[in-house]
């Protein structure tokens, strides 16, 4: 029999907390793939009183049975790569064994960095500093390296091409400490890549089951977002495929995360906003900080436009409610279901994701609750189902597994 492939993308502006989700259900999956976006990611997953980070490997790799691959898609960053490893070392069983990296994946080099932090002092969009918008330039003007060409005897050639398109000759400093960072990592990264679009079709022939684990959210897509205040990779379900090579046949469900508001790190329109008041409790209770940044994370009410145009986007099949536990407490809170046009006056339903600046959101105000049992808790819940017309698969509450998935069938 052949196996299959689930999904999991976040419906916001990232930090939906995709990490837990993946974690916990990746025990179900042989393998969990990363198939876009970088080191800009930072997926958080609680264990054992321990906190552990991920940006570029897999939420999945401390489940001792479970195979990550790092995608095609990916722009990788050998350094935090190798940090990440000899972080968990000591925490999981042969790491080193069960990551694959795809040779066709694009390498983030300090250059990529070092653009990506000037152009920020021009230009702020608010990135993460990761180097993910100019590694992903240089991937698509075709000036840039991939694993493989660490192993080709053009690389020198290749890798002066690269440079050049920043400006840097031979001779520059730039040039000469770019090529140490690719030295001291080419050899160790050998044991790593694959081709990993062979593997995961083989896997699948031999029915094995695989987990694609998006980064970023939705309303973060080059082309869906909210442009120009985006990442650089497509963040949406289908780019599953075009950053692993698996054949779109496969795909079976495809799960949508959200949490029970919205956030947003960097810079970019934010309607949804809430009393500071509010917004400041959520921050604290919801430890809404990035964890690639440290950045204070914008906190606001749901927006169920945005969510709904995003399912729309992504064929979500099931939903995942995130961080309800933050709400408990609050009298009433809002919701956002439609948006009015500042000027015409007219209302629509549609996410109006790239005129956000001329919309003002329109909230349904609902009874708060104190624990899931509420029956408030559950009139919203079937509102949502009701709205969205998707059913909620599983509700998450709590920084650790253990106190916290009530996964409904
Ligand atoms: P996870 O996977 C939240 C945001 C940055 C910035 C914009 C562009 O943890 O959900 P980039 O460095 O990608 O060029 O920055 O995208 N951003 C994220 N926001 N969560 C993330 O990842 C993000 N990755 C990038 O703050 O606004
Ligand atoms: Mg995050």
Not at 56 to 85: K, M, R, Y
Not at 182 to 206: D, G, Q, R
Not at 272 to 295: D, L, N, P, W
């Amino acid at each position: 029999m052949k196996g299959f492939a689930d999904i999991v993308v976040g419906l916001q502006w990232g930090d939906e907390g995709k990490a837990k989700i993946v974690d916990f259900l990746s025990k179900r999956y042989d393998i969990v793939v990363r198939f876009q976006g970088g080191a800009n990611a930072g997926h958080t997953v609680y264990k054992k009183g321990e906190k552990f980070v991920f940006h570029l490997i897999p939420s999945s790799i401390l489940n001792e049975n479970s195979i990550a691959v790092i995608g095609n898609g990916v722009v990788f960053d050998p350094e935090v790569f190798f940090d990440e490893i000899n972080k968990l070392k000591n925490y999981t069983k042969d790491i080193e064994e069960r990551i694959f990296i795809s040779d066709k994946a694009s390498i983030v080099l300090p250059v990529h960095k070092k653009m990506d932090s000037l152009r920020e002092n021009k230009n702020p969009i608010g990135t993460t500093k990761r180097g993910i918008g100019p590694a992903y330039e240089t991937k698509i003007v075709r000036v840039g390296l991939k694993l493989s060409d660490l192993f080709s005897n053009k690389l020198l050639e290749k890798f002066e091409i690269l440079m050049d398109f920043f400006g840097f000759d031979r001779f520059s400093d730039e040039f000469k400490f770019n090529l140490e960072f690719i030295n001291n990592y080419k050899n160790k990264l050998i044991k790593f890549v694959k081709n990993t679009e062979y593997f995961l079709n083989e896997s699948l022939n031999k029915g094995k089951k695989i987990l694609f684990e998006g980064a970023q959210g939705v309303s973060l897509d080059i082309d869906f977002g909210t442009y120009p205040y985006v990442t650089s990779s497509n963040t949406i379900s289908s780019y599953s495929l075009v950053g692993s090579g698996v054949p779109f046949h496969y795909i079976k469900d495809v799960f949508g995360i959200f949490k029970i508001y919205t956030t947003r790190v960097g810079e970019g329109p934010f309607p949804v906003e809430m009393e500071k008041e509010v917004e400041e409790m959520i921050q604290k209770k919801g430890f809404e900080y990035g964890s690639t940044t440290g950045r204070l994370r914008k906190c606001g009410w749901l927006d169920l436009s945005q969510i709904k145009y995003n399912s729309m986007i992504c064929g979500i099949t099931k939903l995942i409610l995130t961080k309800i536990d933050i709400f408990f407490g609050l009298e009433k809170f809002l919701v956002c279901t439609s948006y009015k046009n500042k000027f015409t006056g007219e209302i629509i339903e549609f996410f109006p994701v790239n005129s956000l600046e001329s919309y003002e959101p329109q909230y349904l105000e609902f009874k708060g609750f104190n624990s899931i049992e509420d029956i408030s808790f559950s009139n919203f819940i079937n509102f949502l189902e009701k709205y969205l017309n998707i059913p909620i698969y599983i509700i998450s509450k709590g920084q650790e597994e253990k106190d916290t998935l009530i996964v409904k069938p």
